[in-house]
């Protein structure tokens, strides 16, 4: 394909994307594209040939970005891991920019009245170039014009971009998805799968474990702070004393009985 028949392929997309995405009419896009075809040979020579200054690595894409912007379009592709050469990356930051430090290219380019006024206008406020061309400019404008007039709904379909976001119709109750079962798990009769079952006694035992020694450093403290008079030799404080150093071996015990019972009873076929 040469390179005109390429640009008129995508000339019809790009400019209904464009569309839908900026408050612009067919003249407006085709203005663009202009712009766009002229800089990059339709759309086909995305590297700039010959650099105008000596020594610099000159544009790249569809508009030819050049120093800092081409810098920050790399950067871009380079995060979101697009390649730079590719329909997607090139129609992602012409959007961004678009959106953000060039919004003004667009009030600019609805301003202008006919065709190839929006050619020029595009150009002083997006393209900013230092060799103009309007001529060259203004036959791929003409070329776009063309090729959206003669496309079909199909072809001004984008290939390359996702589909945009539908909402639900008013009135729609989205209700949370609830997952079937896989088959594989086993349920109690208490509505508890054999993990949760297992960890009741466990988390049990953890618990008595907790309080009695959290208890039992209290009343030590206390012992030891003289903030319980004689409390060595209090007959209340010894029995208190006696059920901690009785009761923490037994929720050990406990615990590891627990486990152990719960682990047999849900253990799977060992073979």
């Known amino acids: 394909m040469t390179s005109e028949q390429i640009f008129r392929s995508k000339a019809p997309w ?14 407006d896009a085709a203005a ?3 712009n766009l075809g002229h800089e990059s040979g339709g759309l086909t020579k995305l590297q700039e040939i010959s650099p105008t200054a000596a020594g610099s690595r000159g544009g790249y894409g569809w508009p030819q970005w050049t120093g800092p912007r081409r810098r920050a379009y790399e950067a871009y592709c380079a995060r979101n891991r697009l390649d730079p050469a590719s329909d ?3 129609y992602a930051y012409l959007f961004l920019e678009l959106k953000g430090p060039e919004r003004k ?3 600019k380019l609805v301003a202008a009245d006919g065709l190839d006024r929006k050619v ?3 150009e002083l406020a997006f393209e900013r170039a230092g060799a103009k061309h309007y001529p060259s400019r203004k036959h791929w404008a003409r070329i776009a014009r063309e090729a959206w007039n003669a496309s079909t709904a199909e072809q001004r379909q984008a290939p390359h971009l996702p589909a945009p976001a539908t909402l639900p119709e008013a009135g729609t109750v989205l209700e949370p998805e609830i997952l079937p079962p896989t088959g594989n798990e086993i349920v109690t009769t208490d509505g508890l799968t054999p993990i949760e079952q297992m960890n009741k006694p466990v988390q049990g035992a953890i618990a008595g474990m907790a309080t009695t020694t959290v208890t039992g450093a209290i009343l030590f403290l206390a012992a030891s702070a003289g903030w319980l008079p004689d409390a060595w030799e209090s007959p209340e404080a010894l029995v208190a004393l006696a059920l901690v150093a009785t009761n923490l071996p037994t929720q050990i015990t406990n615990f590891i009985a627990s486990y152990w019972a719960c682990d047999k009873r849900f ?5």
Request: no cysteine; charged share 15%.
């Open 105 to 107: 290219a667009i009030a």
């Open 32 to 34: 663009i594209l202009g």
């Open 267 to 271: 253990a799977g076929p060992t073979s």
């Open 120 to 122: 020029e206008a595009f």
């Open 88 to 90: 997607r990356a090139n």
């Open 14 to 27: 790009i400019m209904a994307t464009l569309m839908q995405d900026f408050p612009i009419g067919v003249d």
